[in-house]
Nanobody, 124 residues
């Protein structure tokens, strides 16, 4: 069965860096679009960054220039390098995958497969 497992979260001070990793296994389709989302209590899940099967990426304006998404296509591993972290980056970070064409890469509803999340806490 399809599984997404995130790791790499933690607690850092503002200005620090973290790298999140998401391992996708059991994927039965020929291509995949993968993305990172984040969520804090009582707020909607927010798209952070995504990469489709052709390698095209989209990054949210709130993290542009600080976060970089990348993917190891051979191993179906997704990364999110987060630099210059800010307290407002705090949240649970989720990895998601979609088999079909995704027109809106940062929209949660476009994705059918989700990991359990990894917590990122940035202190000021």
């Amino acid at each position: 069965q399809v599984q997404l497992v995130e790791s790499g979260g933690g607690s850092v001070q503002a200005g620090g860096s973290l790298r999140l990793t998401c391992v996708l296994s059991g994927w039965p389709y020929s291509s995949v679009t993968m993305a990172w989302f984040r969520q804090v209590p009582r707020k909607q899940r927010e798209g952070v960054a995504a990469v489709n099967g052709l390698g095209a990426t989209k990054v949210a304006d709130s993290v542009k220039g600080r976060f970089t998404i990348s993917k190891d296509n051979a191993k179906n591993i997704l990364y999110l390098q987060m630099n210059s972290l800010k307290p407002e980056d705090t949240g649970m970070y989720f990895c998601a995958a979609a088999a079909d064409y995704v027109s809106r890469l940062l929209l949660p509803g476009e994705y059918g497969y989700w990991g359990q999340g990894t917590q990122v806490t940035v202190s000021s």
